[in-house]
């Protein structure tokens, strides 16, 4: 079968956290200070490099990192996106209960699985908060008279190493005045759902026979679905700032009903009949919620295409 009408919605709340940072290994959004020693002492360090001059204050003598962990819309953050059309796979089983004319009258059950893909990539405005991290680049001898302290302090975009040659600085942080800031930013890339979509139907059906080739059956009532996936993101906050990449897995029930109508053709000399159909099976919406991100499969108007073999016995 073929599955169509299928929309999502995405939305983000008053705030979204950014839990893909890792800053604790030493990488922050416009640098990184790796603890790593160098055979010197630890707290000393080769291993860091900076983005922007203004990260550096003479006159505090501090190195200022920053780390983004949450960011809150600024502008609309709600999108409805149509998904395309879905292959799956249905499969029936029914029986007659009693004739009215030409006419059989019987039942129907049915099940069904349909994997879907639906993606925003919408860019979004927004305040980012921040932590900020502060480094001492004051003067530090070692008990040999040693200056680990670059002098004079490298420019921006300096990238030390671990191999020890670089210029030293401590790698422990110290506290800062303000701790944390808010800045003006753009969040880009994607939102995606991809989940799957079971459903079982039950209801009465009933059954003509046109001629001797041709027959046709219908069938409506109460439907199941089951939808179980993931939410996955993938953002960028402003030009070069922090990637942040996560997903959140949801399972939800849905109910609705459905309409179904098949033709099917009986093949000459064969105990089989092939058919086409179409079924309107409108659901409920299934959501999904995490770190401030959301999302929900609207299956309202959901419609199916189908086509296969039936075998009577």
């Known amino acids: 079968m073929a599955g169509m009408n299928i929309k999502a919605g995405f939305s983000i709340k008053d705030k979204a956290s950014l839990p893909g940072n890792n800053a604790a290994n030493g990488v922050y959004d416009d640098g990184y200070m790796h603890p790593k020693g160098d055979g010197i002492s630890t707290p000393y360090t080769s291993d860091w490099g900076y983005n922007d001059p203004l990260q550096y204050s003479a ?158 059956s219908a069938s409506f009532g109460p439907a199941l679905g089951i939808v179980s996936g993931d939410y996955k993101y993938d953002e960028v906050v402003t030009a070069g700032g922090p990637h942040n990449k996560g997903q959140f897995g949801a399972t ?27 079924q309107y099976m409108p659901m409920g919406n299934a959501s999904f919620s995490g770190g401030g991100r959301e999302a929900q499969l609207k299956l309202g108007g959901q419609v199916y295409i189908s086509a296969g073999i039936n075998w009577p016995f």
Do not use: C
């Open 252 to 278: 939800d029930l849905v109910y609705g009903g459905y309409v179904n109508a098949t033709l099917m053709y009986h093949v000459p000399g064969e105990k089989a009949d092939i058919y086409v159909g179409g």
């Open 59 to 216: 006159s505090q003598s501090r190195l200022f990192m920053h780390q983004a962990t949450s960011f809150s819309p600024t502008s609309s953050s709600s999108v409805e996106k149509s998904g395309s059309v879905y292959p799956g796979f249905d499969m029936a089983y029914g029986g007659n209960l009693f004739y009215l004319g030409r006419a059989r009258v019987g039942w129907d059950l049915g099940f069904g699985f349909l994997p879907i893909n639906i993606t925003d990539n919408q860019s979004i405005s927004a305040k980012i908060n921040r932590n900020i991290i502060g480094f001492d680049t004051s003067g530090i001898d070692t008990p040999d008279g040693v200056s680990l302290v670059p002098n004079p302090f490298p420019g921006a975009g300096y990238r030390g190493g671990p191999d020890g040659n670089s210029k030293f600085l401590p790698s422990k942080a110290v506290p800062t005045d303000p701790a944390t800031d808010q800045v003006d930013g753009t969040i880009t890339g994607s939102h995606k759902l991809e989940v799957m979509l079971y459903t079982v139907r039950l209801g009465p059906s009933v059954y003509w026979d046109l001629n001797e080739d041709f027959g046709l």
